[in-house]
């Protein structure tokens, strides 16, 4: 038997609840030349048992179980079973348009192209948002890559709106651009590890092609991407911005710098507000680790290059402004206030 053209990968952790809603959705895809690798990761209520049950109906479905290592260990499981020419990505609490792998996948048939992007809707409490690249439906060669998509692709310009989102689930990859990267991901990345993968694999590919159609729904409310705001996830961060930087070398992709900068303090400003609020213990233990976190090199870079005027919203302002220059007492009065 023939490997299949396209792998999906779904790490599933308690997501009883969902998860019918997404393995439905894929079942219902009008391509069907694919396999799916559900990777339990350890679930305590029942979502392991309708893993078992959805690889029992179909034999496109293979289920695997492990313990709980989080979400890029059991992506990465997942990946070293995939059989696929291209691999691509659901998250087990949202779902997927019934022509999305038929449009995607005749894409990268018909025109060759390393990695195929679609755009997706944020499915929230108020309604549905339809968020778009910024790049206009088309084949890219790596001439028209470098010149029209690399230099807006983390930051298209507008604080803070990504040229192209980093989610892995909204794209098709040749399975050979995510070898090297996917399994290189520390598995202490809690948050934007999909930008350590996307954007590197983006630079790599030979081609890439942008459809305009919407065909992911992200679930931006569910309880499963809730990350505990504490002192640790200033670690996350520090981590995610070196590996970001080891992986995208700046000498042979320039014009990326900027763009991360950019990324950077839009990263710290999403996590210093809610960590800071939350921290507790000591004034003094706070200021320290306030004044540590302004010191870090890629964060003291990134406040020192972008401009504050760029920055979205008084108080975000404010706050870089205290970043910038290292004001942990003005940093807490905002916080209040």
Request: aromatic share 14%; hydrophobic share 35%.
């Amino acid at each position: 038997m023939s490997n299949p053209f396209l792998s999906v990968i779904i790490p599933v952790y308690n997501v009883e609840a969902y998860l019918p809603q997404c393995l439905d959705s894929i079942l219902a895809q009008t391509f069907t030349d694919f396999e799916v690798l559900l990777v339990d990761d350890g679930s305590t209520d029942g979502s392991a048992a309708l893993c078992d049950s959805y690889a029992g109906k179909d034999a496109r479905f293979h289920c695997f179980h492990k313990e709980n290592g989080g979400h890029t260990s059991a992506r990465q499981a997942g990946f070293r079973q995939a059989k696929g020419e291209y691999v691509t990505f659901v998250d087990s609490d949202d779902w997927i348009d019934p022509d999305m792998y038929r449009k995607m996948c005749n894409t990268a048939k018909d025109t060759g192209a390393d990695t195929v992007c679609c755009n997706y809707i944020a499915a929230t409490p108020k309604g549905d948002i339809r968020c778009r690249s910024s790049f206009q439906e088309g084949l890219y060669e790596k001439a028209l890559l470098v010149e029209q998509i690399y230099p807006r692709m983390i930051y298209s310009g507008s604080y803070f709106t990504y040229g192209e989102a980093p989610s892995l689930c909204n794209k098709v990859f040749r399975r050979g651009l995510l070898e090297k990267h996917l399994c290189s991901v520390p598995l202490s990345v809690k948050i934007g590890e999909d930008a350590l993968v996307s954007y590197i694999c983006l630079l790599e590919s030979s081609s890439v092609y942008f459809c305009d159609e919407y065909f992911y729904y992200y679930r931006s409310s569910s309880s499963s991407l809730t990350h505990t705001m504490d002192e640790n996830r200033l670690s996350e961060n520090r981590t995610l911005f070196d590996t970001l930087l080891r992986v995208i070398d700046l000498s042979i992709y320039p014009y990326m710098e900027r763009q991360i900068d950019y990324y950077f303090v839009y990263q710290c400003l999403l996590t210093f507000v809610p960590v800071f609020s939350n921290i507790t213990g000591s004034h003094r233990n706070s200021r320290a680790i306030f004044l540590g976190e302004c010191a870090c090199p890629p964060v003291k870079k990134a406040f020192h290059s972008v401009k504050i005027s760029d920055i979205t919203g008084l108080h975000n302002k404010l706050y870089a402004f205290c970043i910038r220059h290292r004001l942990y007492g003005p940093f807490r009065f905002f916080l209040a206030h």
